[in-house]
């Protein structure tokens, strides 16, 4: 059983930042290390990879937001974070927590986790940003 819940959106201005926060009840005798990442779904658009943490504990990042944003975990309290620098209003989007029990590095999560059957999700948070 996998349960995922998002906190910390909120509304800030442009050049702002936000720390989402995602804590993560994964009940999984396997001991399998889940691949987890952050989607955002902007208004009208499709959902899209931010960053994620794959199965060897490395991570990567979608190409809008490197430089800006650190995916990072506290395995200890079972959370996932999100801080987000430097925001733009093209951040502006519902952000989901997303986890995997397939084996993959961070590249392949941003790719694939968000057309997997087999993808948890949380219910998201909203990012607003204004100009």
């Known amino acids: 059983q996998v349960h995922l819940m998002e906190s910390g959106g909120g509304s800030v201005q442009a050049g702002g930042s936000l720390r989402l926060s995602c804590a993560a009840s994964?009940?999984?005798?396997?001991?399998?290390?889940?691949?987890m990442a952050w989607f955002r779904q902007p208004p009208g658009k499709e959902r899209e990879g931010v960053a994620a943490?794959?199965?060897?504990?490395?991570?990567d990042y979608g190409e809008s937001v490197k430089g800006r944003f650190t995916i990072s975990q506290d395995n200890a309290k079972n959370i996932l974070y999100l801080q987000m620098n430097s925001l733009e209003p093209e951040d502006t989007a519902m952000y989901y927590c997303?986890?995997?029990?397939?084996?993959?590095?961070?590249?392949?999560?941003?790719?694939?986790?968000?057309?997997?059957?087999?993808?948890?999700w949380g219910q998201g948070t909203q990012v607003t940003v204004s100009s």
């Open positions: 997303a986890a995997n029990p397939l084996r993959m590095p961070a590249f392949q999560a941003l790719l694939v986790m968000a057309s997997s059957p087999v993808t948890f």
């Open positions: 943490i794959g199965s060897d504990g490395l991570t």
């Open positions: 994964i009940k999984d005798a396997s001991g399998i290390q889940y691949a």
